[in-house]
């Protein structure tokens, strides 16, 4: 009880006069009337961001030293053929592998949302070095659950550290329009909880408070 009374307030600290902009963490929250707006800018995931390019980078010169290694090793049809197999079935995969990775990277790195939150329901923009890639509502009596879910955790000296990111489940949940993403890079379950209820409050449904994660 007393839990549950301490994430309201943490959430109700987060609501200000209309066109008030809180700062948490990377988040920024502005209040609008009626509801509010969550924008999570680019860079908010640099370190996700950061180690999935440096896996990438050392997965593409793996396989292409490999590959340049292989080039210079047919001195006869039949090491020709062997180096030829070895590229497609190591080498060349795994410089695709590490492209991906790189790709996905810059994805993270450079991408936003923006969530609009109020009494009508839930509605999100996603945008990559500014232009609009994708946009999805989700209407109020169409949520059955929000949840929390973890997305990425990483040992560094200071101990664990856990991200998480909010997902709106609609009543046809199995759906591939029933599902929406309404947070994400969250540090930590206690930050998770707080705009979790902030969302809840202003969305006016207190029975996805008592949902189970």
Request: aromatic share 6%; with cysteine.
């Amino acid at each position: 009880m007393g839990e549950g009374r301490a994430s309201g307030q943490g959430a109700a600290r987060l609501i200000g006069p209309p066109g008030t902009t809180v700062t948490l963490g990377a988040i920024l929250i502005t209040t609008r009337a009626p509801g509010v707006e969550l924008y999570f800018p680019p860079l908010r995931a640099a370190g996700s961001a950061l180690m999935l390019a440096l896996f990438g980078v050392a997965c593409s010169v793996i396989g292409a030293a490999a590959v340049s290694g292989l080039a210079r090793s047919g001195d006869s049809e039949t090491a020709s053929m062997l180096a030829l197999a070895f590229a497609g079935v190591f080498a060349l995969p795994l410089m695709g592998l590490g492209l991906l990775f790189i790709a996905i990277a810059v994805w993270t790195a450079l991408n936003s949302l923006t969530v609009e939150v109020d009494n009508t329901g839930l509605r999100t923009v996603r945008r990559w070095l500014g232009f609009e890639v994708a946009r999805h509502a989700l209407p109020r009596q169409e949520i059955a659950a929000i949840e929390i879910r973890l997305t990425a955790r990483y040992i560094g000296v200071f101990g664990a550290l856990r991200y998480y990111r909010l997902i709106a489940l609609g009543r046809e949940a199995q759906a591939r329009h029933g599902t929406l993403v309404i947070a994400d890079s969250l540090k930590g379950d206690a930050r998770a909880e707080e705009v979790k209820n902030l969302i809840i409050a202003q969305l006016e449904m207190p029975e996805l408070a008592q949902a189970r994660n």
